[in-house]
């Protein structure tokens, strides 16, 4: 066996891939193998200078980066990477000249440092940074370990931060090793802990945020002059450093620095800047930290304001005067209060804020009115997301499910206010839009419910989508999958959600068949009537898709507290650990399943994944006359810390009632997993066994939370299939 096929089985269960026996025939069958055996496409970006576009495609575990040029934009293969290793692939950029490409490799670090090494290397596994020229030809190359780069604009240099300190990288620099072990000095030393930089449009300068504890300032690294300045210092905090296109100006959010209740509150608890504890407080320094009896409480004392009572405003600075000026505050009521980061757009600085139900994004003129509204850009009945700007940062290209509430299309909008215009429209799913510099077209994922995540062209002025990459593998089911339909429901306490549902093609009449309800995690997800836009989302999908074509009548539930819906549905009350309120979505999809006339409601089974996980075991652990049978992979099952039964968080946990789960369980788990404890699963076993309840179980060492080694897929959703069959198909 190799490596990266080591797995542990607590009972005996056959997981190799055993013929199933053929229950329907009428419809042609698929295998689990064929129908994750197209790649698709995880990240895409375009050069801002010229028609370049370069993505990352993703086949069976094997990750790669993909580019292609106008006017034909022929796909050119820029790296081979062959092994389906679990090394992971991030952080896709492109300069400006569209001539070099770079990503990270490796996954991120555990609470303990370590990075993730699904398949168990000896040696452990590495995180680093890559560079790739367009042109092809030449292999890749690892310039640095590390993560999160920031590309020049002329593609010569890399910036990266670590411990509070800026390391600037040559893009051509070859290396194996950590900065310290290649010499490499910070780019600058200043006092305080540096992050969120920017490069300026011609990559002579820097702006950066300079956390000092109890205030922040913007600086400028001058690239050329190797001198810092600051913009604007004084004792409020600075934060979202943002570039106009010419780089002569430079926009920021200013809110007020620490009150001497917030300081006082805020020290002893680390160190967070060279040469302070806590905040504010010089090491030595005496600081009573305990909960005062007696707070002073005069203006000033507690809360910080402006003198004008404003807390949030925008400022603009002239560089070359040194001149700053405020341009917007929040209005009094605070509606806008709670804006962490803007972009200079055109004339205007746009940010993303959830009110009035929706996630839109939002217009402030530069030069205008301090005390404007800002203009909702986006607007509509759907949430706006996965935005891309017009070279002249004029128009934002955005994604949104208006009007088409289980789907994503391409909008276009005036960043300074204006009408929006509808691109793409119909049956496909249309993300992640980048702009192409001649502005004619737009490159975005693209996909459909029977088509995996692909590259495509769009006309800026609307039309369909043009598919260029990648092709479709011999031997992909794309005729005989279904395409899913949307059911509404209504849960017992009235709240309506939204599913979608597959059918077989070949259901007789009267015929009942099993069925299966699948939970996306997060939970702030939303599956979409077609593949998902996220990784495993994409696969479940997929899945979904087998065991329809296997003969299971399959739904897949949009549960309240998920995204797509609007603010009231994702903040529904009484949800999670304070009542798991959308355990109700859950039981009132699987009764509509045993009340369909193709189901038989005695074979109903359910599946999912972290948050999934959680509503299988509850499903199981509740209403297990309602679920024959679950697979629950990653899932949490105790909420919280406490044992005790008057506790609320343990009585929203699938373990209150573990005296009535009576149907069996696969679980599946990674013990490297950075999102839910595998403590969950271990403890959950150990109540399986007391009670003898039929469990099988899977675990993979040194695996994460969406497992990285596409085999481990492959070995859990054929065991999956297999346990379900058993408990299901063939009851």
């Keep these: 066996m190799s490596r990266k096929n080591r797995f542990w089985i607590d009972v005996t269960v056959v ?28 990240e895409l970006v375009s050069a801002k200078d010229v028609d370049r576009i370069a993505w990352m495609e993703f086949q069976m575990g094997r990750r790669n980066v993909f580019t292609a040029a106008g006017p034909d934009f022929k796909p050119t293969r820029l790296t081979y990477w062959y092994e ?41 596994a590495d995180r680093a940074i890559w560079a790739v020229k367009t042109g092809g030809g030449a292999p890749p190359w690892r310039v640095i370990e590390g993560s999160g780069p920031m590309l020049s604009p002329n593609g010569k240099w890399i910036l990266v931060q670590d411990g509070g300190e800026i390391y600037e990288v040559p893009v051509e620099f070859r290396s194996s090793g950590t900065f310290a072990k290649c010499g490499l000095k910070p780019l600058f030393r200043t006092h305080g ?5 920017r490069w300026s449009p ?12 109890d205030h922040s300032f913007i600086g400028i690294y001058d690239h050329e002059t190797r001198k810092i300045s600051y913009v604007a210092p004084g004792v409020d905090r600075d934060t979202s450093c943002s570039w106009s296109d010419d780089g002569k100006r430079i926009a920021f959010i200013r809110r007020p620095g620490s009150t001497f209740s917030q300081i006082i509150s805020s020290a002893g608890q680390g160190t967070t800047g060279r040469g302070t504890t806590g905040r504010g407080f010089r090491i030595g320094q005496t600081v009573t930290t305990r909960t005062q009896t007696q707070m002073v409480s005069g203006p000033g004392f507690r809360q910080a304001r402006f003198k004008d009572g404003h807390t949030l405003t925008f400022w603009v600075a002239d560089l070359e005067t040194g001149k700053a000026h405020k341009f917007w505050h929040n209005p009094e009521d605070r509606t806008f209060g709670n804006i962490r980061s803007f972009e200079w757009a055109g004339d205007s600085v746009i940010f993303q804020l959830e009110r009035n139900n929706w996630r839109h994004y939002y217009s402030v003129q530069i030069d205008g009115d301090p005390d404007a509204i800002p203009v909702d850009i986006t607007p509509g009945e759907g949430l706006a997301e996965f935005t891309g700007l017009s070279k002249d940062g004029m128009y934002l290209y955005y994604c949104t499910n208006v009007g088409d509430i289980d789907r994503r299309h391409l909008w276009k909008t005036p960043t300074s206010g204006g009408r929006s215009v509808q691109l793409t429209k119909g049956d496909g799913i249309e993300t992640s839009p980048a702009a192409l510099a001649s502005g004619d077209k737009m490159a975005v994922i693209y996909s459909d419910a029977k088509r995996q995540l692909s590259v495509a062209l769009v006309d800026a002025e609307g039309g369909e989508a043009e598919i260029i990459a990648p092709k479709v593998p011999p031997g992909f089911p794309l005729e005989e999958q279904v395409v899913p339909e949307n059911v509404m429901l209504t849960a017992e306490d009235g709240l309506q959600f939204n599913n979608q549902v597959f059918v077989p ?36 999908y997929a899945i979904n898709q087998y065991f329809c074509n296997r003969g299971y009548v399959v739904m897949s539930v949009n549960y309240r507290t998920g995204i797509g819906y609007g603010q009231k549905f994702r903040n529904a009350p009484n949800c999670g650990a304070r009542g798991s309120a959308e355990y109700q979505d859950i039981l009132a999809a699987g009764k509509y399943l045993q009340s369909r006339p193709d189901v038989d409601p005695e074979r109903v089974g359910l599946w999912g994944l972290s948050y999934g996980g959680i509503l299988t075991a509850m499903g199981l652990s509740r209403n297990s006359e309602v679920f024959a049978a679950g697979v629950d992979i990653a899932g949490v099952h105790l909420r919280g810390s406490s044992l005790d039964p008057e506790n609320l968080s343990f009585q929203s946990s699938a373990v209150a009632t573990i005296d009535n789960w009576t149907s069996p369980v696969l679980l599946v788990h990674g013990d490297d997993d950075r999102n839910v404890n595998f403590s969950q699963t271990t403890g959950l076993v150990q109540l399986l066994r007391a009670r003898d309840i039929h469990y099988e179980l899977i675990v993979f060492p040194d695996e994460v939370h969406d497992f990285l080694v596409f085999d ?10 297999d346990f379900f069959r058993r408990f299901l198909m063939e009851k």
């Design 202 to 213: 011609d990559s002579t300068k820097i702006a950066f945020v300079s956390n000092r504890d």
């Design 15 to 42: 997981l190799f891939f055993i013929p199933l026996v053929s229950v329907v025939s009428a419809q042609e069958k698929f295998t689990i193998e064929q129908i994750l055996s197209a790649p698709f496409v995880t």
């Design 84 to 124: 389906d290793d679990g090394t992971d692939m991030s952080s896709l950029r492109i300069s400006d000249d569209g001539v070099v490409v770079v990503f990270v490799r490796g996954h991120t670090p555990n609470r303990d440092g370590w990075i993730a090494n699904p398949s168990s290397f000896p040696e452990g």
């Design 712 to 721: 481990k897929w492959l070995i859990t959703f054929n065991a999956a299939d």
């Design 193 to 197: 802990s540096n992050s969120n930089y």
């Design 505 to 540: 093609k070949d259901i007789g009449r009267g015929e009942r068949r099993p069925a299966l309800l699948f939970m996306h995690g997060g939970p702030m997800r939303q599956m979409l009537l077609g593949y998902h836009y996220m990784y495993f989302y994409n696969m479940a």
